[in-house]
């Protein structure tokens, strides 16, 4: 796999440890 790849697929991990599945949008809108 590339490294851009592997960074994409941690960040996005990062987001949905931090926000859930829905990601930060929803999530601050349901706040």
């Known amino acids: 796999m590339n490294e851009a790849n592997v960074?994409?697929?941690?960040?996005?991990?990062n987001i949905v440890r931090r926000y859930g599945a829905?990601?930060?949008r929803n999530s601050?809108?349901?706040k």
């Open 22 to 24: 829905r990601g930060p």
């Open 7 to 13: 960074n994409v697929l941690n960040n996005t991990t």
């Open 28 to 30: 601050l809108r349901s």
